[in-house]
Structures are given as C-alpha cells and as structure tokens.
C-alpha cells in the first residue's frame, strides 16, 4: 500500500481564488496540493464572470472585501504586466438615467474617493456624451470611474496555477474532498475521491461549495446561496461603439455592467440556465442604452452563479488551533481580488522557507483543440464562454 502524500498547505478549490492561493503559497515555498472537484480548473463560479476587474469603489468601507479590492488595485496590474498578461485599462462610466439616479451620484463618489478610487469624478451630460457618443442621449450626468480593467478572466488564473505546478505544485482535478479529520500530531487527513491525502493547514476556497466544506472543520457560520447571472454578449463588431465600461446606478443586489448581468436568487449551485424571458429584457435594455447596438447580433447568452452569502463581506475564518483557513462568500469580486485575497492568506501563515522567484514569461499556449489549449504538456479546456468565442484576441467586450 502507497504511503499517503504529506503537504504543507492543502487548497479545496480550483477557481480563481484558489488558483490564485495556490501560486502565492507555492512562491514561499511551501509544499502544496489543489484539490478541484471538476475536470477542469476554472469552473463553476469563476467561468460564469463577466471578465471586468473591479476597483472596489463602491465597497463597503473596512469589510475585508474593501481592503482586498484595494490592495489589488496595485497588485493587480503588477502581475499582469510581470506574466504578460493582457488587460485594457477602459475605466467606467457609471451612467445615470432618472433623477432618482442622478441625485445618488454624489454619495458614490464620496464613497469612491474613501476608497481610495481618488480619480472618481462627476461629469456632466455633455461630457458624457463627448466621451460616448453612441450612447443613448437620454443620460443625465455619469461619475468617471478610472482604473476598472478588462481581462482574459481564464488566462489569469490558469497561468497563476500553471506556474505554481511547474515550481512543484500538486494539482488534482477530479478530486472531491469527501470529508476529514484533524489527526493527532497536528496534521489533517482529507479524504478524497481520488484517495487520502495528508496536510499541516487545510484552506477551504471551495466557492459555491464552501460551506458543505467548512462542515469538515466546524458547522458553517456562512450559508451560501447561490446567486444568478445571465449574459447577453453582442459580436465583436459593436467595439468600436464604446470606449468606457458602462455601469448603471448600483442596487441593493448587483452592480450591473456591460454585458448586463442579472441577478437572481436559487437554491441548485451547479449548472444555471439561461431564461430566455431575461435575455430579452437585458437585450431590450443594452438597446435603449447603446440604441446601434441594434444592429449588431447577439453571438451568445450564459449564466453564472455567485456564492452570496447572509452577508456582504467576505467570511475569512482563520483557525490556527486547528490549522484550517476558510475563504468564502467571494461573490462578484473574485477576480478582482484574488490575487489580494492569497497575499492575506500566505501572510496569515508564517513560514520561514524560502521564497521562489517564479519566471516571468507567460506560458506558451499550443491549441489542440477548438476549446483546448496545452502549456507545458499540460491539456486545459477553455471553461469560460468569453474565451470559447475568442473576445480575448481583440480585448474587445460588450
């Protein structure tokens, strides 16, 4: 019988949370295993985004999502830039449509410039308009909003997980944590569905699943229910009406961007369905917003599913008794803030091994298949519906 795998840090969860984790903690040397549920990295929760990385100008001030939105600002397009990874820097317009909307902006930009989004500024109707043409001459007024980004939202963080495989990493996909226990001599055993596997500290970034997973180490204080998204996505033939990301008035329950999401409550976490009833609502609407877009298909529709909790913060539970780290209820901003969310997770866990400098290059991708690409030997499949139709190659997204 094989002895079972030993590893500093075990990571339940192939999204971009975890794939984010896995690289920082990799880069310090510790030894480390990703455990994804799915055949692929990059499912789920993380596949159904819109590929907008968010400032966090609208966050609430001191949650751990505003701190982490923050420092990603920064460290975000550090790694971008350092990796090769392409982004375009479109900034937003929040648009307002009613006087109701209108007289919110001010408050927004208040609380963009608490935090920290210092660029923020209301603009008038003119100016708007000098800046969008194409958009819909009923706007009122519109608060500039600098820094949001468009990115490939695969390619992030399929190279962080890449990288931190080709630096000793174990990834394992089709690999479900079934359940565990912390064992005498401070070391969890996790059973999985493809065998034991041993680890000093659990991290528990498992999403949409990540309160069934939290039960292994205590009963959940988070309950996730799953909110839906559904896209409209416009051919690429639109890009050139736009040059800003347009975002309405925020709500209680989304922000809304440019493909338009909405957004629903259910209870099943796997595979939303687009409604057809919605999509037509969110077309009818990208119309009276950006009336030419009239003349332009609509290529595809998907859904998404976000991992809301009873809270709007994020729940980070850091166990040290017991060696147990919980990342959960990273709802919209996943993307956004990945990168931050595993810098506040590695320096929660002091070690003192040293660091490894990770090569700079991006990984050179040979495509196989019409929806799989190979790094390295290594076969990924393109999960997420903006990079099956190819908006990366032109960084070009309506």
Not at 52 to 76: K, M, Y
Not at 352 to 376: F, G
């Amino acid at each position: 019988m094989s002895a079972v795998p030993v590893y500093d840090v075990a990571i339940i969860g192939g999204g971009a949370v975890g794939c984010a984790i896995v690289h920082e903690l990799t880069g310090r040397g510790l030894k480390t295993v990703l455990c994804e549920q799915n055949s692929q990295l990059v499912q789920e929760a993380s596949a159904g985004n819109s590929g907008i990385v968010h400032t966090g100008f609208d966050a609430t001030p001191s949650t751990i999502e505003h701190q982490c939105l923050e420092d990603a600002r920064i460290l975000n397009k550090t790694i971008y830039n350092k990796y090769n990874l392409p982004f375009e820097e479109r900034g937003a317009l929040l648009v307002a449509w009613n006087q109701d909307q209108m007289s919110k902006l001010p408050s927004l930009l208040k609380s963009a410039h608490n935090n920290g989004v210092a660029g923020a500024r209301l603009i008038s109707r003119d100016d708007l308009l000098r800046r969008e043409p194409h958009l819909n001459p009923a706007a009122l007024g519109a608060m500039m909003i600098p820094g949001e980004l468009v990115v490939d939202p695969w390619l992030i963080p399929i190279t962080l997980a890449h990288k931190a495989w080709k630096q000793g990493a174990k990834i394992m996909r089709d690999c479900k944590v079934l359940g565990g226990h912390l064992e005498t001599g401070s070391h969890w055993l996790l059973e999985t569905s493809r065998g034991p596997i041993k680890s000093r500290i659990v991290i528990n970034c498992a999403g949409l699943q990540g309160d069934l997973v939290e039960a292994i180490n205590q009963p959940s204080p988070f309950d996730i229910h799953p909110r839906k998204g559904q896209f409209a996505v416009f051919d690429q033939s639109a890009a050139h009406l736009l040059h800003s990301i347009i975002l309405p008035v925020p709500t209680e329950r989304t922000k809304g961007v440019l493909v338009f999401p909405s957004a629903e409550d259910q209870t099943a976490r796997k595979n939303p369905q687009v409604h057809p009833k919605v999509i037509d609502e969110l077309i009818g609407y990208a119309h009276f917003v950006l009336p030419r877009l009239a003349e332009h298909p609509v290529v595809a529709t998907y859904a998404g599913l976000r991992p809301a909790t009873q809270t709007k913060d994020y729940h980070f539970i850091l166990d040290r008794d017991r060696g147990w780290v919980t990342v959960g209820g990273i709802r919209s901003t996943g993307l956004s803030a990945c990168l931050a969310i595993a810098r506040r997770v590695a320096n929660a866990l002091p070690t003192s091994k040293p660091h490894i400098t990770y090569p700079e290059q991006r990984p050179e991708m040979r495509r196989i298949a019409d929806d799989t690409v190979e790094m390295d030997g290594v076969s990924y499949h393109l999960t997420h519906p903006l990079i099956r139709l190819g908006f990366p190659n032109k960084m070009a997204k309506l």
